[in-house]
């Protein structure tokens, strides 16, 4: 990160730092109104704007440029940025992804409930409470190892290298980088589930469900 962006109380931006990571959004300021979030990847911005719009500004192969994908960023929901690259989940709960296309999204999900990223990967939380993975496997773009465990998951959490689900049973499943964190096994005892009936409540869904819509 080379370049702040803040949010005004009247849904403007502000920008600062380094100019060809973001800090300049001069070519972009008139689109920038409404806005209700920002978020970043290294060397580039996208803003959420109340109409579900996005507004992208920085260098473009690190997603300062949608221009190619606009027509696909229609009532978005939330952006998550990794190193280089954007993902959106947008409001039928598939994603949209651009930046680096070695780490775009192809297809994979079905009905996104939440977006988390490493710096090289990304894990969408599915509404069926399945996990789907892309990018980097060092970064934990290669769920594989884990993936029968990745079922009833409640939320996903990250930092740079590696993955954690939380599931419904209080237990917790980790990938990615083992010396980042995604080996968990040290910590087996204290990540052990709950005892007795777990409930589970996960992120509100976006649609109910995807994969029934006609």
Known sequence: MHA???????????TWGRVDAGGDSSAVQTQLTG?????????????????????TWGRSEHGGDSHKIQEHLVNVKHVQG?????????????????????????????????????????AALEADG?????????????????RQLLKNVKSIASNG??????????????WGDPEGGGDSNDMEVQLRPCAGNCTCSRPGLLCQPCWDQT
């Not at 990794?82 to 775009?104: K, L, P």
């Not at 290298?161 to 980790?174: E, H, K, N, Q, Y």
């Open 4 to 14: 702040f962006a803040a949010i005004r109380k009247d849904g403007t931006v502000v």
């Open 35 to 55: 806005v209700r979030e920002i978020a970043s990847t290294g060397y580039a911005f996208a803003a959420i704007r109340d109409d579900g719009s996005v507004v």
């Open 82 to 122: 990794s190193v280089s690259t954007f993902a959106a989940i947008v409001g039928d709960g598939s994603i949209v992804a651009w930046g680096d296309r070695r780490f775009e999204m192809k297809g994979l999900t079905r009905c996104a409930v939440q977006l988390s990223a490493s710096i090289g990967a990304f």
């Open 130 to 146: 399945t996990v789907v993975t892309w990018g980097s496997a060092m970064h934990g773009g290669d769920s594989s190892t884990v």
């Open 161 to 174: 290298f590696a993955f954690a689900a939380l599931r419904c049973d209080g237990s917790v499943v980790t």
